[in-house]
């Protein structure tokens, strides 16, 4: 019985398709009808309307839980509030909101979702306030905060803070996770600094967390570079053109890598739709980076997807080289069976790959 009830009290809400329809008056039409509306239950339906991107809806549910349920609420949820309001009013609102709420609400979890609202928004002196507001707090600050900073000054372009953050990271002996390094490493390459980038590798793989993932990750970050012709000189890498949209485009490589090394398939997927929907013109180099996820996991039909796209582009133009030097690349990781599976994918597109190396059968 209870859980059809709570199945008719999603339905009501989720029957409200358009956004100025309002799930407060559904509620209250459902708590008028003396049925119950348990927090747990409302927690789960914002949860899920936020999912679906029913970000007002969401909110008028969180809101409706917050009248009649106040003593039942957790850290969560006034951080749920902060990321709805967010999305439904702006930053400046969820700011206004917190800064309402009682000093003993205002925990380490409801401080980094507001911190995630200004990163989100590219409101860069709001955030470094608010970071130092928390040290000042004395909050135990966790990976995630960290984090979030670093996400901010690489979408904003000041990279050379990226590292900064990491650095302090460190002398507060927080454990960086593979977010941590994905943003440093997507730092160092879109800055251009080769040898910066080498040393992150390597600093993961003393990491005692260092698991399959990470080693996956590192492996394709690695070939990444080669395979990019992101070539060393001296103390930087060496391209004829740097541009911001370059920045911009190692940043969502480096994203796919990441959700590589996790095992996030369906995020591989979204993000490269995402980046072929862009305005900006695409590189090589985004092709060779989507390529070679999907054949180190094994994806041939993906993989095989990928190549049909790119030799149906006009910008970029199928670039058999950039495909060589991936070639090469695989074979100069040691990963001979993956550049054997690659070597036939493209045969089978009627491509030839040559190579300074020769490939074992």
Not at 273 to 298: E, I, P
Request: glycine content about 4%; some cysteine; charged content about 25%.
């Amino acid at each position: 019985m209870a859980t059809r009830e709570a199945w008719g009290r999603t339905s009501r809400i989720f029957r409200l398709r358009l956004a100025k329809r309002s799930a407060t008056a559904a509620l209250e039409r459902w708590a008028g009808e003396g049925r119950a509306a348990p927090a747990a239950e409302l927690r789960r339906i914002a949860r899920d309307l936020s999912r679906a991107r029913r970000y007002k809806h969401a909110l008028e549910v969180a809101e409706w839980m917050k009248k009649h349920h106040e003593s039942d609420l957790s850290e969560n949820d006034y951080g749920m509030r902060i990321d709805l309001i967010t999305r439904v009013f702006g930053a400046n609102a969820a700011e206004d909101f917190f800064e309402k709420l009682p000093a003993g609400a205002q925990s380490l979890e409801v401080y980094t979702a507001l911190l995630h609202s200004y990163a989100r928004s590219k409101m860069t002196d709001k955030a470094e306030r608010l970071f130092e507001r928390m040290k000042d707090a004395n909050l135990s600050m966790n990976t995630l905060v960290y984090n979030e900073m670093m996400t901010l000054y690489i979408s904003v372009g000041e990279l050379d803070k990226v590292l900064v953050v990491a650095e302090e990271l460190k002398r507060q002996n927080v454990s960086p996770d593979l977010f941590t390094y994905n943003l440093c490493i997507s730092a160092s390459a879109a800055s251009m600094d080769l040898e910066g980038f080498n040393g992150i590798l390597d600093e993961m793989s003393n990491d005692p967390n260092s698991n399959e993932g990470w080693k996956l990750y590192q492996n394709l970050a690695a070939i990444y570079v080669d395979a990019g012709q992101l070539v060393g000189s001296g103390n930087s890498l060496v391209e004829a053109e740097v541009k911001i949209s370059q920045r911009e485009w190692i940043t969502y490589d480096f994203l796919v890598i990441l959700h590589t090394g996790l095992g996030n398939q369906d995020r591989i997927k979204d993000i490269w739709k995402s980046m072929q929907l862009t305005s900006q013109r695409m590189t090589s180099r985004n092709y060779v980076c989507v390529l070679s996820s999907y054949l180190m996991c094994g994806q041939l039909k993906d993989a095989a997807e990928v190549v049909d796209q790119w030799q149906r582009s006009k910008a970029p133009e199928f670039d058999i080289s950039a495909c060589n030097r991936l070639f090469d690349a695989f074979l100069n990781a040691g990963f001979t069976d993956t550049a054997n599976s690659f070597r036939e994918l493209m045969l089978q597109k009627s491509c030839i790959l040559t190579s300074g190396q020769e490939c074992s059968s």
